[in-house]
Nanobody
Framework: QVQLVESGGGLVQAGGSLRLSCAASGRTASMYPMGWFRQAPGKEREFVAAISWSGGSTQYADSVKGRFTISRDNGKNTVYLQMSSLKSEDTAVYYC??????????????????WGQGTQVTVSS
């Protein structure tokens, strides 16, 4: 079993920054790829970013490329999402997730096996 706990969400003005954290416990989470997704009210959950187990490979949604950075500290079993130049359309609940497969990084929610409870990010314009 793996438990994922997100933190760092909040209210920020447009153009501001936030850093989300996702602490993993249980199974050796540092061995697996992890991702961030988000879901706005009335919309489907969408891919934001993913990172390989080593941190050597990352992938981003086009909508956040150049503004968000995903990273991980395997010694702390924690994945981060640094968000900059935030826009009102970034407002959503952000979820971290863990993928037990050893395949390439996935943008599909169905590929991920464990999910956190989510943290709200609200960007005011």
């Amino acid at each position: 079993q793996v438990q994922l706990v997100e933190s760092g969400g909040g209210l920020v003005q447009a153009g501001g920054s936030l850093r989300l954290s996702c602490a993993a416990s249980g199974r050796t989470a540092s061995m697996y790829p992890m991702g961030w997704f988000r879901q706005a009210p009335g919309k489907e959950r969408e891919f934001v970013a993913a990172i390989s187990w080593s941190g050597g490979s990352t992938q981003y949604a086009d909508s956040v490329k150049g503004r968000f950075t995903i990273s991980r500290d395997n010694g702390k079993n924690t994945v981060y999402l640094q968000m900059s130049s935030l826009k009102s359309e970034d407002t959503a609940v952000y979820y971290c997730a863990l993928d037990l497969s050893i395949a390439a990084l996935s943008t599909r929610p169905q590929s991920y096996n464990y999910w956190g409870q989510g943290t709200q990010v609200t960007v005011s314009s």
